[in-house]
């Protein structure tokens, strides 16, 4: 799904500003950087920011130790952004992102956006069947004269990551 993503990306011409919601292993951060002027990325994880860092080329990128609900508090607006929800691969999957915050940080980035936002859902656990399926619901709700939102699944394997892609018309 990752590449997939990021080919999705790469189709979108306006790139001044990326957002990287969910940072993790700092695989979207690095792309986005690479892409757009300026990104600002979000963690709750010290691990997350320290695997980020290290992988990062480009002096264009914000790391941020906060929950992607407060992104207000960091950028206005964004051109391209993504949420990659569920747990640092690798580390505790205990800590995963969960609906309550994700609810009020998917709201605040689809106000915020002026092009595109990528919602990357896993659902291989309990914490991420919920955001999925609030998500699913939430996203299919916005108005059609404003949003195209678009999904993109692997129809034979059930419990894998699967993509929404909302753009702004």
Known sequence: MVEYVHERMSTYKKREIGADFTMGKGNDTVFLSELCDQVYSFDIQDEALETTRKKLVHDNVKLIKDSHEHLDD???????????????????????????????????????MTQVLFVVCYIG?????????????????LDHKQYNVSTYRMMNKPLSPYVIEIQKR
């Open 74 to 112: 960091y950028l206005s607006s964004f051109d391209i952004g993504v949420f990659n929800l569920g747990y640092l691969p690798s580390f505790s999957h205990e800590i995963t992102t969960v609906l309550a915050s994700t609810e009020v940080a998917l709201k605040k980035a689809i106000d915020a």
């Open 125 to 141: 656990h309990e914490e991420g069947k919920k955001e999925a399926a609030w998500i699913d619901e939430y996203v299919s709700a």
